[in-house]
T-cell receptor, first 110, second 117 residues
Framework: KQEVTQIPAALSVPEGENLVLNCSFT??????LQWFRQDPGKGLTSLLL?????REQTSGRLNASLDKSSGRSTLYIAASQPGDSATYLC?????????FGKGTSLLVTP | KAGVTQTPRYLIKTRGQQVTLSCSPI?????VSWYQQTPGQGLQFLFE???????NKGNFPGRFSGRQFSNSRSEMNVSTLELGDSALYLC??????FGQGGSGELFFGEGSRLTVL
């Protein structure tokens, strides 16, 4: 059974800092990995999708990498802003299911 | 292009009742998957439908069921509600079903928040 872990569970940083969120998974036989953000009481917003054959994806200030062999993905956020405050979730598609980590709650202070 | 629409957004039920939630996917998407989100357990996969067929089901009791219609709209039903069923129920749509190799990007609705009293 695929287990997805996200570290840290919570993170508080001052505005402008670059930061890294981590996601690890136990079964490397994945189809893809997707990063989402969730604002309180809201649904999930897709940030980046990395297919199993890819090593990284970039969108604006966000960069996600994937190392299947070590079962790890990182989400890099450059020049953080207060509007980046949210919970960030990674999700892994393997087999016929999607498994989520429990998320990293990020607070960016002005 | 309209996003994923879930109805109702909020509902309150009592123990023993049943509830039906609806999800309309993005136009052209044939895969709809459902998730339960609670503070303690996080996001848990319920089931996925593709072309009106249930492709996979998570580890939930038989009280949780779903279906998908020919227009790809999906409903999930929870019977004999328990207090522990209180949660945010999210659905997601995709152009590919899980396991189709390189499954597509998932797009989520805003969710239906169910409170069981």
């Amino acid at each position: 059974k695929q287990e997805v872990t996200q570290i840290p569970a919570a993170l508080s940083v001052p505005e402008g800092e670059n930061l890294v969120l981590n996601c690890s998974f136990t079964d490397s036989a994945i189809y893809n990995l997707q990063w989402f953000r969730q604002d309180p009481g809201k649904g999930l917003t897709s940030l980046l999708l990395i297919q199993s054959s890819q090593r990284e994806q970039t969108s604006g200030r966000l960069n996600a990498s994937l190392d299947k062999s070590s079962g790890r993905s990182t989400l890099y956020i450059a020049a953080s802003q207060p509007g980046d405050s949210a919970t960030y979730l990674c999700a892994v598609v393997s087999g016929y299911a999607l498994n989520f980590g429990k998320g990293t709650s990020l607070l960016v202070t002005p | 292009k309209a996003g994923v629409t879930q109805t109702p957004r909020y509902l309150i039920k009592t123990r023993g009742q049943q509830v039906t939630l609806s999800c309309s996917p993005i136009s052209g998407h044939r895969s709809v998957s459902w998730y339960q989100q609670t503070p303690g357990q996080g996001l848990q996969f319920l089931f996925e439908y593709f072309s009106e067929t249930q492709r996979n089901k998570g580890n939930f009791p038989g009280r949780f069921s779903g279906r998908q219609f020919s227009n790809s709209r999906s409903e999930m039903n929870v019977s004999t509600l328990e207090l522990g069923d209180s949660a945010l129920y999210l659905c997601a749509s995709s152009s590919h079903n899980f396991g189709q190799g390189g499954s597509g990007e998932l797009f989520f609705g805003e969710g239906s928040r169910l409170t069981v009293l």
